[in-house]
């Protein structure tokens, strides 16, 4: 199995819509396994300190390989997802692994 972890960075906005965005990607980002049949498991977490210096939300998801990774990657269910990040987004952080 492969574990892809991505944290991210938004950029500067008020407390309230920096959390009215959080939950938008945060209900985007889950609903990706509901379209993508390759993810095995996704979770999303939103920093409970909503004005730190940290990452805001980090997005955890299980693939069986690096073809199923490379298949999410591309898919247009996540490549909309992905375009509304890069909006909202400076910085952005990942590592993938392999588990067993």
Do not use: C, W
């Amino acid at each position: 199995m492969i574990n892809h972890i991505v944290l991210f960075k938004l950029k500067d906005y008020p407390e309230d819509k920096k959390v009215q965005i959080l939950n938008e990607l945060k209900e985007s980002l889950e609903g990706l396994q509901e379209k993508i049949t390759e993810v095995k498991f996704i979770e999303v977490g939103i920093n409970h300190q909503i004005n730190s210096d940290n990452f805001d939300l980090s997005l955890i998801t299980y693939f069986e390989t690096l073809d199923d990774l490379e298949a999410y990657r591309v898919h247009p269910e996540h490549q909309k997802v992905v375009e509304r990040i890069r909006e909202t987004t400076v910085d952005r952080a990942s590592v993938d692994y392999f588990f067993e």
